[in-house]
């Protein structure tokens, strides 16, 4: 039995909620205990894992190891291509590279639906900005809410939401910090690969990050404020945020990391189809976070937002973007030797943003024009000027939006 069949066989099985009599029939047949336990127990495993013997010359074996940014590749005793799970972030660039396909990336299905089916708390989907259009032109945000409520979600919450108050955190931040024209700040809070980087490979410059948490990591976090039995998944197209989920400092916010390519799989073994759905439509972010899937999205949202709160502000926002490793790598080189001019210098992991990652379903500029689609679509410019963020913000007892300045246990982060 192949790796994809066992996937495939178990997530019809627990769709239907017949897992533990599907595993009892699996455990009598030929399988590999291996895969079966990657799929049952996501957590112990990294976010890439392999699923058979390396098949491949010497050579070749030999490149293998040396293309991890992260140093997260190795030889096991019988000279299998194996990865460290401390280390690897989910880039996914091994996976490509593997000639002889046996590296693929991890799955959380089937304890995100046994959470869902049996878990008796509440379980919220945390869908990311770059969702539009992603399961059909037809699926709006509001058939989409249905079909996640359809699956036994509690219901769909937005993160474009939760960007609008990084979004807010970091142009204060700027506001705030960024006072000589030699100044700068590195952003995006939102990419686990970018942050990667500098924490690992540039820590130098760590001191020009602000200490906030990702718009995933915020989302959690305020749900399980709110309430506080809740579960929460994270449904998005990149693979680095199953490594960002088990972070140990923001391990709290996210149960479950699905990708899009999981989230269609669920919908296709449950007869669903978002695009059928009725309307449940809730609008509650501005253009500012809805834009944050593409590159140069954080980089107009914080440039706008300092603007908002300062009109009359001397140092202006110059920005700077890199995306792709290659990209980010000569960018953060630039810096480090003083060639950057920018004081606000973001940083995307994939070739387009968010819009770009691995797991989307569809091209990275069909991806990113609907998404300023949608931010244009968005009642509110800014996150100063949606009320949804000011009211949630009190909910979650700030009493001013300054006080995002101050260390809190929802959306700081120590680097």
């Known amino acids: 039995m192949t790796f ?13 909620d017949r897992l533990p009599e ?6 009598r047949e030929k399988y590999d205990p291996h895969q079966l336990d990657c799929l049952l127990n996501p957590e112990r495993h990294p976010p890439v894992i392999r699923i058979g013997d390396c098949a491949c010359s010497e050579n070749d074996r030999a490149a293998c190891a040396g293309k991890c ?47 869902i089916h049996h878990s008796g708390a509440p379980v919220y989907a945390m869908i990311a900005p770059a969702f539009i259009n992603q399961f059909s032109g037809r699926v709006t945000p509001g058939k989409l809410r249905t079909a996640f409520k359809r699956i036994g979600f509690a219901g769909m919450v937005e993160v474009a939401l ?8 970091e142009a204060l931040e700027f ?3 960024i006072l000589k024209e030699e100044d700068y700040q590195l952003t995006s809070c939102c990419c686990p690969m970018w942050i990667a980087m500098i924490r690992r490979v540039y820590h130098e410059l760590i001191p020009h990050v602000p200490g906030s948490v990702s718009p995933m990591v915020a989302c959690g976090r305020s749900i399980k404020a709110l309430y506080p039995q809740a579960l929460t998944v994270f449904i998005g197209p990149c693979l680095a945020k199953k490594a960002e989920a088990r972070e140990k400092d923001v391990a709290d916010s996210t149960d479950h990391v699905l990708t899009f390519q999981e989230m269609r799989d669920i919908f296709d073994f449950a007869g669903i189809d978002p695009a059928e759905m009725p309307e ?12 944050y899937a593409s590159t140069g999205g954080v980089s107009e949202a914080v440039q706008k937002t300092v603007k908002r709160l300062n009109p009359d502000r001397k140092i202006t926002v110059r920005a700077a973007q890199a995306d792709g490793v290659p990209g980010c790598k000569k960018m953060l080189g630039d810096v480090l030797e003083g060639k950057i001019t920018a004081n606000f210098i973001e940083g995307m992991g994939c070739v387009g943003g968010c819009v770009g990652g691995p797991k989307a379903l569809i091209p990275a500029e069909e991806g990113r024009r609907n998404v300023y689609r949608y931010g244009d679509e968005a009642s509110y410019p800014t996150p100063i000027d949606n ?24 959306f700081t982060r120590d680097f």
């Open 4 to 16: 994809d069949e066992l996937y495939k066989r178990l997530v019809r099985a627990s769709v239907q």
């Open 22 to 27: 599907e595993l009892e029939q699996v455990r």
């Open 69 to 115: 940014l992260f140093d997260a590749l190795y030889r096991d005793e019988k000279g299998n291509l194996t990865v460290n799970k401390e280390l690897c972030v989910g880039c996914e660039d091994c996976v490509e590279a593997c000639k002889a396909h046996k590296l693929t990336e991890s799955r959380d299905i089937l304890p995100a639906l046994e959470a």
């Open 162 to 169: 939760f960007a609008d108050i990084l979004t807010l955190k």
């Open 175 to 177: 506001d705030r910090n």
């Open 280 to 291: 449940d439509e809730r609008d509650h972010s501005s253009r500012a976070g809805r834009i």
């Open 387 to 410: 009320p949804f963020v000011i009211e949630l913000l009190h909910r979650l007892g700030f009493d001013t939006v300054e006080s995002l300045l101050e260390h809190s246990d929802i």
